[in-house]
T-cell receptor, first 112, second 111 residues
Framework: EAAVTQSPRNKVAVTGGKVTLSCNQT?????MYWYRQDTGHGLRLIHYSYGAGSTEKGDIPDGYKASRPSQENFSLILELATPSQTSVYFC???????????FGKGTRLTVV | GDSVTQKQGQVTLSEDDFLFINCTYSTTTYPTLLWYVQYLGQGPQLLLKVTTANNKGISRGFEATYDKGTTSFHLQKASVQESDSAVYFC??????????FGSGTKLTVEP
C-alpha cells in the first residue's frame, strides 16, 4: 500500500516565525508535491520535485521554500509565516507520467 | 498553461438520486483527466482516470467520460448513497505527473 506520511498533522505558528512541514513517502516515487487547500480554491500547487536534490516552483510559490534531501523526504518551509498561509497542506508522491498520485492526510496550519 | 474549471461548489441529493458533476479543461496536449474523492479528514484519493485512449472510466458505480469537442469531462452515478458524501475534484495531468485540480464539489447525500 502506497504511503505518504506528513508531520505534524496540526501546527499553530506565530506570525513571523519559521515553520517546516515534513513529508515522507515509502513508495520509491521520483515525483513529490506540496499543495495547499482552501475553500473555493481546491488544491493549488506550491512546489514539486522530480527527484532528490530538485525543487521546482508551482503556481503559488511565493512565501514558501522546498527541500528534497532524499528520495523519501520532501519538506515545505515557511521562513516568515503570515496569517494568509493559514491553510491545510497536502503532500503527495507519484511515479511516472500518468501513474497514480498518492496523498498524505494533510497538515492543518494556523498562523496567529 | 494547463487548467481545470469546476463550477458546482455544492450539490445536495437524496439517496438513490442521479449525480452529475461537470468540469472543463484547457491543455495543449492529449489530456489524461482524473476524478479524485476526498472524505472528511482525509487526503484526496483517486476515483477514476479517463484518457484519450479509453474515453471512459468506471469505478465503484461511478462513471467518468470526456468530450474532446467541448473540452469537458464529467462524473456521474446512477444512484448515490449516503456513504458517497464527500468532496469530488476533477484534475488534469500535466508534465512531471503534476495534477491541476478544479475547485471541488461538495456532495451531501441525505438519507
Amino acid at each position: 500500500e502506497a504511503a505518504v506520511t506528513q508531520s505534524p498533522r496540526n501546527k499553530v505558528a506565530v506570525t513571523g516565525g519559521k515553520v517546516t512541514l515534513s513529508c515522507n513517502q515509502t513508495n520509491n516515487h521520483n515525483n513529490m508535491y506540496w499543495y495547499r487547500q482552501d475553500t473555493g480554491h481546491g488544491l493549488r500547487l506550491i512546489h514539486y520535485s522530480y527527484g532528490a536534490g530538485s525543487t521546482e516552483k508551482g503556481d503559488i510559490p511565493d512565501g514558501y521554500k522546498a527541500s528534497r534531501p532524499s528520495q523519501e523526504n520532501f519538506s515545505l518551509i515557511l521562513e516568515l509565516a503570515t496569517p494568509s498561509q493559514t491553510s491545510v497542506y497536502f503532500c503527495a508522491s507519484g511515479g511516472g507520467q500518468n501513474t497514480e498520485v498518492f496523498f498524505g492526510k494533510g497538515t492543518r496550519l494556523t498562523v496567529v | 498553461g494547463d487548467s481545470v474549471t469546476q463550477k458546482q461548489g455544492q450539490v445536495t441529493l437524496s439517496e438513490d438520486d442521479f449525480l452529475f458533476i461537470n468540469c472543463t479543461y484547457s491543455t495543449t496536449t492529449y489530456p489524461t483527466l482524473l476524478w479524485y474523492v476526498q472524505y472528511l479528514g482525509q487526503g484526496p484519493q483517486l476515483l477514476l482516470k479517463v484518457t484519450t485512449a479509453n474515453n471512459k472510466g468506471i469505478s465503484r458505480g461511478f462513471e467518468a467520460t470526456y468530450d474532446k469537442g467541448t473540452t469537458s469531462f464529467h462524473l456521474q452515478k446512477a444512484s448515490v448513497q449516503e456513504s458517497d458524501s464527500a468532496v469530488y475534484f476533477c484534475a488534469l495531468v500535466s508534465n512531471y505527473n503534476v495534477l491541476y485540480f478544479g475547485s471541488g464539489t461538495k456532495l451531501t447525500v441525505e438519507p
